[in-house]
């Protein structure tokens, strides 16, 4: 499994993540922050607390984490509509 071995917050929702086989992207939480389990990221500090918990899952405490399989299926999906340039 490719589990994340970087992470950052970015501003306006978005967290900056580089996984175990040098795949990298930007997944954008935007809708989610404020919301639900997400609602405390609606706080600046708390939204930039990301970082990596003991089992490669993107958390933010216990409560508030993000499975690694599917961020890595997140970031994948994305790159894979990136227009390619010549």
């Given at each position: 499994?490719?589990?994340?071995?970087?992470?950052?917050?970015?501003?306006?929702?978005?967290?900056?993540?580089?996984?175990?086989?040098?795949?990298?992207?930007?997944?954008?939480?935007?809708?989610?922050?404020?919301?639900?389990?997400?609602?405390?990221?609606?706080?600046?500090?708390?939204?930039?607390?990301?970082?990596?918990?003991?089992?490669?899952?993107?958390?933010?405490?216990?409560d508030i984490e993000i499975?690694?399989?599917?961020?890595?299926?997140?970031?994948?999906?994305?790159?894979?509509?990136?227009?390619?340039?010549?």
């Amino acid at each position: 499994m490719k589990r994340p071995v970087r992470v950052s917050s970015l501003p306006g929702g978005k967290i900056s993540v580089v996984f175990s086989d040098g795949l990298e992207g930007v997944i954008d939480m935007s809708c989610s922050v404020g919301r639900g389990v997400f609602a405390p990221l609606a706080d600046p500090q708390v939204f930039a607390g990301v970082h990596i918990g003991d089992h490669g899952q993107i958390a933010w405490s216990e409560d508030i984490e993000i499975c690694p399989d599917a961020a890595y299926l997140e970031v994948v999906e994305l790159n894979a509509r990136q227009p390619v340039h010549a």
